[in-house]
C-alpha cells in the first residue's frame, strides 16, 4: 500500500510569528483582476470578495458598491453577499476575504479608521487596492481583528 502524505512548511509553523508578516498567496490573475476593477472608476472605492483553497486566493467576485458615499466607503448590501456565498458553495470555493480600493486621491491604502471598525470577518483577508498608477504596493493586505489591522505578505502565485 502506498500512502503519499502531503505537508508543507504552513502545518509546523505557527500561524504568525512576532515581527515576521504571516503571507497569504494569490494567483496572478487575481492580483491583475482587482488593479483593473478599481482603476477602472479610480475616483470612488470598488470592492469585492475573494475566494479560493487553502488559503489561495484563486477567485475575485466584484460586488455592487452600496454605500451613500461610495467615494469614502464601500459596502456590500447583505443580499448580494448571500448571493455570493450561494456561488462559492456551488464551486466548491471557500470564501477567504474582501477586498476595496480607495480613490486615486487618497495616497495609501492602509486601512482606514471606518475600515477598521466596519471588518467584521475577523479570519477575513483584507486586501486594499490603489489605482494610483505609480504606486510600489498597489494592493495591500490586511488582517483586522480587535481593532487592529496587522499587514501580511502577498506571494503572488502563477
Ligand atoms: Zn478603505
Redo the contacts with the bound molecule.
Sequence with gaps: MSLRVRHSIHEFAPLYTPGMKRAIRSRRKVYGRLLEHARRQPHR?CCGILAGQDRLITQAFPAKNVAADPVRN?EIAPKEIVRLMGELRKRRLEFLGIY?S?PHWLDTNE??P??IALAYYSEAIYL?VTPRPYATTPIRAFSIRDGRAMELEIQVLP
Aim: avoid cysteine.
Design positions: 472605492e464601500y476595496h480607495h486601512p482606514s471606518k475600515d486594499i
